[in-house]
C-alpha cells in the first residue's frame, strides 16, 4: 500500500497552488476556533482568579452564589457549625468585598478587598516586597501586583490612601498566579480590618475557607454543610460553576460558541470548497486510474489520505500560528486571557479530521460514481 | 501462436438512454481477434468503435452479449477482479494520453506497477527498463508536458506495456501526430510490442497506417459491415 500512498501524497503536494490554498483554509479555520476557545478558557480562569489564587481546598457558600465576586454572606453560626463537623481539620471565614479608594492624587479609585482570617491568614498570597506580618500592623494593607496595580498608582510599601474616610497604608506587594478578570485592582487584609473599615450589612462572611483532614472525607463534609442548608464546593467544583455560570448565563458563553460554529464552518467551506476543486480537477486522473485499474477502496484510500494529510499539516499549521499570537500579545499585554488548553487542542484536532471526514466524503463519492468510459471517449 | 481466442466478443450490444432518446451504439457484434495479431477497428466518427472498446477492455458494461478474454467471461467478474483483470491483462493508451502533469515521466510509466501493489522504489526502477525501450531513458525526471507529442505517446506506451499485458488497446494512436512520427510508432508497435502471445487492437480513422493492419474490422451505425486484409498480407 505504501506505493499507493506515495502517489497520492504526489499528487496532492506536487500541485503546489492548490495545496496551499487548502492548507490556508484549514490553517484559518484551526486558528479561529483555538483562539477562540482559548481566550474563552482565559476568561474563564480569570473569573475563577480569587479561588485560585487563595488555593482553600474546600468553599462554603451560600447556595445562589453563582460567582466568587456575588457573594451571599453567610451567618456567623454557620462558621461554628462548620468547624464542629467530623473531619475538618479547620475552617476559617473569608471577606470578601468592594470598596472606595482615594488615592494620594485625590482621585478615587473601585478596589476588590479580600479580608483574611485574623488568626491563620489561609490563602494569603507571596509577597514580593514586605513580610506578611505586617498585615497585622495599624491601617495595614498589601496590594496585589498585577496589571491593575497602576490603577493605584504604583504604590510602594508605605504608600497611603482614604478608604472609607479610613487612612490606609500599603505594607506589601503580594504576586498571585491569576489576575481578575473585570480591571479592578485587589487589596488584602485582614478579617477584622475589612469589616471595620468597610460598611457591611449584618452577616459579614462571604466564604468559609475549609481545610479537610483528608481529601476522603469531603464528601460527608460536603453533605453534612448541606444538611445546614448551604454548599460545600472543593476548588475544581467552585470553578466548574464559576464557569459554567459564564458559560450558561451571560450569554459569553453562547456567543464564543456561535463564534466557534461560525470559524468551523468557514474554515470547512473554505477548505472543503478547495479539495473539492482539487478533486474535480483531478476527476480525469482518478478515472485515468481506475480504468487501469485501481480498486474503488485504493481510490477512496487515496483520497482519504490527501484530506486527512492536509488536515494535519493544517492543524499544526493553526495550532503553531496561534501559539505565536498569544504569545506576541502577551508579550504585549502580559496580562492577555487566553490559554491554549490540551481540551481546546483535542477539540480542534476532531473538528479538523471532520472538515477532512467531510471533504474527502464529497471528493470520494465523486471519484467512485466517475466512468472511466468518459475518458476513453474524451 | 496460441490458438485459443485473445478475444472473443459475442452479441454485444450498448445502448445510451431510455424512451425516445435511446440511441443504440454497438449492436449485435460479434468477432474473434487472436493472439500475435494486429486487429484494426475502423469507421466513421459515431461509429461505436470506442464504445465497442470499452466493452472488451472491461471499462464498460454491455447491455446485452459477453466477452470473453482467454476464455473468462469478464462481465460475470465481481468489481475488484475486474479491476484485476484490467491491471494485469489490459494495457491501454488512450487517445490524449491521460498522463498526470504533476509527475514525472517515469512516474506515470510506474503507475501500473504501483497500483499492483510493488513498492515505490521497485516500481521506479522497473519504469526505467521500459522508459529506456520506448528509448526515453533522458527523459525519466521530467514532466510530461515538456515532451513533444510524439514522446508523450511513447510514454503512454511504456505505461501501457509495464503490465506486460496479453492485450493492447490503443485509440486514435496517430490521431494527433505527423505522418512520420506515426509510422515510427506503428514501427515500434509492431516490432516491439507485438509478439505470439499478444494480440494488439487499434481504433484509427488514419489511412495512413493501415498498412500496419493484419486484419481491418469496418464498423457502421454500431455494426461490423465487414473484415479486409491488411496491406501486409
Ligand atoms: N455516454 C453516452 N451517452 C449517450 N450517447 C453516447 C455515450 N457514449 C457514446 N454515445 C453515442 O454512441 C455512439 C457511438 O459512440 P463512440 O464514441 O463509440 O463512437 P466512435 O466510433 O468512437 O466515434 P469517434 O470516431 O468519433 O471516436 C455515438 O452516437 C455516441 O453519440
Ligand atoms: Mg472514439
Given amino acids: 500500500m505504501n506505493g499507493i500512498l506515495k502517489l497520492a501524497f504526489k499528487l496532492l503536494v506536487n500541485d503546489k497552488g492548490k495545496y496551499a490554498a487548502l492548507l490556508v483554509g484549514i490553517t484559518f479555520a484551526v486558528f479561529l476556533m483555538v483562539q477562540m476557545t482559548s481566550i474563552f478558557s482565559g ?8 479561588v485560585i ?9 451560600d447556595p445562589a452564589v453563582t460567582n466568587v465576586a456575588s457573594s451571599i454572606p453567610l451567618p456567623t453560626y454557620v462558621l461554628d457549625a462548620v468547624r464542629s463537623i467530623n473531619g475538618v481539620k479547620y475552617a476559617v471565614p473569608l471577606y470578601s468585598g468592594s470598596a472606595l479608594v482615594k488615592l494620594e492624587n485625590g482621585v478615587f479609585q473601585f478596589v476588590t478587598v479580600l479580608g483574611l482570617d485574623d488568626n491563620s491568614l489561609l490563602g494569603h498570597p507571596e509577597l514580593i516586597e514586605g513580610k506578611i506580618e505586617d498585615i497585622y500592623a495599624e491601617n495595614a494593607f498589601v496590594a496585589v ?7 493605584l498608582g504604583n504604590p510602594r510599601p508605605g504608600t497611603e490612601f482614604e478608604i472609607n474616610d479610613h487612612r490606609g497604608v500599603i505594607v506589601g506587594l503580594a504576586k498571585v498566579s491569576v489576575s481578575g478578570l473585570f480591571g479592578i485592582p485587589t487589596l488584602y487584609t485582614t478579617y477584622s480590618r475589612a469589616i ?79 479539495f473539492y476543486t482539487f478533486i474535480l480537477e483531478n476527476l480525469e486522473k482518478f478515472g485515468a486510474l481506475k480504468a487501469i485499474g485501481a480498486k474503488g477502496n485504493e481510490l477512496v484510500y487515496m483520497i482519504f ?45 476532531v473538528m479538523v479530521l471532520i472538515i477532512a471526514g467531510i471533504s474527502s466524503y464529497i471528493g470520494i463519492r465523486k471519484v467512485l460514481k466517475i466512468e472511466p468510459f468518459d475518458i476513453f471517449r474524451s | 501462436m496460441r490458438s485459443e481466442a485473445a478475444i472473443s466478443a459475442n452479441e454485444l450490444t450498448k445502448w445510451f438512454g431510455e424512451g425516445t432518446l435511446k440511441t443504440f451504439a454497438v449492436r449485435e457484434v460479434s468477432f474473434q481477434a487472436y493472439f500475435g495479431e494486429i486487429l484494426f477497428i475502423v469507421g466513421p466518427s459515431g461509429s461505436g468503435k470506442t464504445t465497442l472498446l470499452s466493452m472488451i477492455s472491461g471499462v464498460l458494461r454491455p447491455n446485452v452479449g ?23 491483462k489490459v494495457g491501454f493508451v488512450f487517445q490524449d494520453y491521460h498522463l498526470f502533469p504533476r509527475l514525472t515521466t517515469i512516474e506515470n510509466v ?3 506497477l504501483i497500483l499492483r501493489k510493488k513498492n515505490w522504489e521497485e516500481s521506479i526502477e522497473e519504469a526505467a527498463r521500459y522508459l529506456e525501450i520506448v528509448g526515453l531513458k533522458n527523459k525519466a525526471e521530467l514532466p510530461p508536458m515538456k515532451l513533444s507529442g ?35 510508432i506503428m514501427n515500434f508497435i509492431k516490432n516491439n510490442v507485438l509478439s505470439d502471445q499478444r494480440c494488439i487492437l487499434i481504433v484509427t480513422h488514419d489511412n495512413r497506417i493501415f498498412e500496419y493492419a493484419d486484419r481491418i474490422m469496418k464498423m457502421e451505425d454500431g455494426r461490423i459491415i465487414g473484415f479486409d486484409n491488411g496491406r501486409s498480407h
Fill in chain 1, 53 to 61: 489564587n487563595l488555593g482553600a481546598q474546600v468553599w462554603v457558600m
Fill in chain 1, 305 to 349: 489520505f490527501q484530506a486527512t494529510f492536509s488536515a494535519i499539516i493544517g492543524y499544526g499549521l493553526g495550532v503553531g500560528l496561534c501559539a505565536v499570537v498569544i504569545t506576541l500579545a502577551k508579550l504585549r499585554i502580559p496580562e492577555y486571557s487566553a490559554n491554549i488548553t490540551f481540551t481546546t487542542l483535542a477539540f480542534a484536532l
Fill in chain 2, 110 to 112: 510506474a503507475i501500473p
Fill in chain 1, 145 to 151: 501586583q498585577d496589571t491593575e496595580i497602576s490603577k
Fill in chain 2, 66 to 88: 459477453s466477452v470473453a478474454i482467454e476464455g473468462v467471461d469478464i462481465w460475470q467478474l465481481a468489481p475488484d477482479q475486474l479491476a484485476d483483470f484490467r491491471l494485469n
Fill in chain 1, 196 to 274: 471595620q473599615y468597610i460598611p457591611s450589612t449584618r452577616f459579614t462572611i462571604a466564604y468559609i475557607l475549609v481545610e479537610p483532614k483528608s481529601n476522603d472525607v469531603i464528601p460527608s463534609i460536603q453533605d453534612q454543610v448541606r444538611q445546614l442548608g448551604y454548599v460545600a464546593l472543593t476548588k475544581q467544583g467552585f470553578m466548574q460553576k464559576i464557569a459554567d455560570y459564564y458559560k450558561y448565563q451571560t450569554g459569553l458563553g453562547t456567543n464564543i460558541l456561535i463564534m466557534t460554529v461560525v470559524s468551523f464552518l468557514v474554515g470547512l467551506s473554505i477548505s472543503g470548497q478547495t
Fill in chain 1, 43 to 50: 476568561i474563564l480562569t480569570k473569573a475563577s482568579s480569587t
Fill in chain 2, 150 to 184: 510524439g514522446e508523450q505517446q511513447r510514454v503512454a506506451l511504456a505505461r501501457a506495456l509495464v503490465s506486460q499485458p496479453d492485450l493492447m488497446i490503443f485509440d486514435e494512436p496517430t490521431a494527433s501526430l505527423d505522418g512520420d512520427t506515426g509510422r515510427r
